[in-house]
């Protein structure tokens, strides 16, 4: 059995935490399916008890230990736990450093410790109808007017829409000579003009609250802009890595869990009067599977080391994310075969693997766009092999 390296605190940190979600969320998710939406309370609940933000300075109330691990625990028990559904790595890992990253002083002041404690969730809007890994087909737009900006246009498909307090949006501001000159943001809950769409419905992930945004001469103040303006492209680019990790790290794990459902499944049903696992095709089946998560899982956490260390690239993000999501995909459609009629049972857990996993070779970049990075790079003149490369 490969070893896993985390430490003794970070051991001790995933146990706390699964106790965390046994108690406080898993009872909830069922209510919440039904609603279409997580209650805010989760949020909370998880910061009141340090699980929202592990890595924010001390200042702003987080612990202030950056180690992409604490994440990647709460990731994987979030997955193995079956409550996908809450987005709490959306607003704590993907949308908060954006803030630390590109943000000043007086906005992580003004922001972050609410964040930390789960009174201001966040979400980040970048998808439009017509523009969703394609970026430079953004209409969204925003002109400056003396001290503030005026913004205008609309989002959908924005994860964490209904709940958001705080959302980081991203519009072009000289859409006439530059498609990539964009500027970020900082768009708050009651501001005049911002108004919410439906809560959309989708195939999986049920109680996440997924949304149209639309902006309506937002006045936005300057002091709310993040970053430099202009360089909000850029800004996208540079957290894409991050984001495609923390989904690599979200897919696998659901695909692990998909596995030990479907292997306790086979070795219970029987069929012409013998367990189904006593059948070489299960058994040849599940071991091709098993062999494809443990080598992912190798993958997947060298990335974490890399990211930990400043090394992980983009092309490096991009293969994680294409080889998880498409493992999560292949191991619930594995799972829901193998279950036969009650695999497409709502009532079964692998039913709901089956249609949860069915976004994660969209969003985050298609497997399509996935494997454009990858091919550009790999066929480029100095590319680098993976075996010269040191994470």
Same mark, same amino acid.
């Given at each position: 059995?490969?070893?896993?390296?985390?430490?003794?605190?970070?051991?001790?940190?995933?146990?706390?935490?699964?106790?965390?979600?046994?108690?406080?969320?898993?009872?909830?998710?069922?209510?919440?399916?039904?609603?279409?939406?997580?209650?805010?309370?989760?949020?909370?609940?998880?910061?009141?008890?340090?699980?929202?933000?592990?890595?924010?300075?001390?200042?702003?109330?987080?612990?202030?230990?950056?180690?992409?691990?604490?994440?990647?625990?709460?990731?994987?028990?979030?997955?193995?736990?079956?409550?996908?559904?809450?987005?709490?790595?959306?607003?704590?890992?993907?949308?908060?450093?954006?803030?630390?990253?590109?943000?000043?002083?007086?906005?992580?002041?003004?922001?972050?410790?609410?964040?930390?404690?789960?009174?201001?969730?966040?979400?980040?809007?970048?998808?439009?109808?017509?523009?969703?890994?394609?970026?430079?087909?953004?209409?969204?737009?925003?002109?400056?007017?003396?001290?503030?900006?005026?913004?205008?246009?609309?989002?959908?498909?924005?994860?964490?829409?209904?709940?958001?307090?705080?959302?980081?949006?991203?519009?072009?501001?000289?859409?006439?000579?530059?498609?990539?000159?964009?500027?970020?943001?900082?768009?708050?809950?009651?501001?005049?003009?911002?108004?919410?769409?439906?809560?959309?419905?989708?195939?999986?992930?049920?109680?996440?609250?997924?949304?149209?945004?639309?902006?309506?001469?937002?006045?936005?103040?300057?002091?709310?802009?993040?970053?430099?303006?202009?360089?909000?492209?850029?800004?996208?680019?540079?957290?894409?890595?991050?984001?495609?990790?923390?989904?690599? $790290?979200?897919?696998?794990?659901? @695909?692990?869990? #998909?596995?030990? +459902? /479907? %292997?306790?499944?086979?070795?219970?049903? *029987?069929?012409?009067?013998?367990?189904?696992?006593?059948?070489?095709?299960?058994?040849?089946?599940?071991?091709?599977?098993?062999?494809?998560?443990?080598?992912?899982?190798?993958? $997947?956490?060298?990335?974490?080391? @890399?990211?930990? #260390?400043?090394? +992980? /690239? %983009?092309?490096?993000?991009?293969?994680? *994310?294409?080889?998880?999501?498409?493992?999560?995909?292949?191991?619930?459609?594995?799972?829901?075969?193998?279950?036969?009629?009650?695999?497409?049972?709502?009532?079964?857990?692998?039913?709901?693997?089956?249609?949860? @996993?069915?976004? #994660?070779?969209?969003?985050?970049?298609?497997?399509?766009?996935?494997?454009?990075?990858?091919?550009?790079?790999?066929?480029?003149?100095?590319?680098?092999?993976?075996?010269?490369?040191?994470?």
């Amino acid at each position: 059995m490969l070893q896993r390296d985390f430490t003794d605190e970070q051991n001790m940190f995933r146990e706390a935490y699964r106790k965390f979600l046994a108690t406080e969320i898993v009872p909830q998710m069922e209510q919440w399916r039904e609603a279409g939406i997580v209650d805010r309370s989760a949020f909370g609940k998880a910061g009141e008890q340090g699980f929202l933000m592990i890595w924010p300075e001390e200042k702003y109330g987080g612990m202030g230990d950056p180690d992409f691990r604490f994440e990647q625990i709460i990731m994987e028990e979030t997955a193995y736990a079956r409550v996908g559904d809450w987005f709490s790595t959306l607003h704590s890992r993907l949308v908060g450093p954006y803030l630390t990253r590109f943000g000043n002083e007086e906005q992580c002041q003004r922001f972050l410790p609410g964040c930390v404690r789960g009174d201001t969730i966040l979400a980040i809007a970048m998808t439009e109808p017509d523009a969703g890994s394609d970026l430079a087909g953004m209409r969204s737009s925003a002109v400056q007017q003396g001290d503030h900006w005026v913004l205008n246009g609309s989002k959908t498909y924005i994860s964490n829409g209904i709940n958001a307090d705080l959302v980081i949006v991203a519009a072009k501001t000289d859409p006439a000579n530059n498609p990539h000159h964009m500027t970020l943001f900082l768009v708050e809950r009651g501001m005049e003009g911002f108004e919410r769409g439906r809560n959309l419905k989708k195939m999986g992930l049920k109680a996440q609250d997924t949304a149209e945004l639309f902006f309506n001469n937002v006045k936005v103040p300057r002091d709310n802009v993040l970053g430099e303006p202009g360089r909000g492209f850029y800004y996208l680019m540079e957290g894409l890595a991050e984001e495609r990790l923390i989904g690599a $790290v979200g897919y696998l794990s659901s @695909a692990q869990l #998909s596995w030990d +459902l /479907t %292997a306790d499944y086979v070795r219970e049903r *029987k069929a012409f009067g013998k367990p189904l696992a006593q059948f070489q095709n299960t058994q040849f089946k599940l071991a091709e599977m098993r062999m494809q998560l443990d080598v992912a899982q190798c993958y $997947v956490d060298q990335c974490v080391h @890399a990211f930990n #260390s400043g090394a +992980l /690239t %983009a092309v490096d993000a991009a293969a994680a *994310k294409l080889l998880t999501s498409e493992l999560q995909m292949a191991a619930a459609d594995l799972g829901v075969q193998l279950h036969g009629g009650a695999g497409y049972m709502d009532e079964y857990a692998i039913s709901r693997q089956f249609t949860d @996993a069915r976004i #994660s070779t969209i969003y985050a970049g298609s497997s399509e766009v996935m494997k454009i990075i990858i091919s550009r790079a790999c066929l480029s003149d100095n590319y680098q092999p993976f075996n010269t490369r040191n994470f």
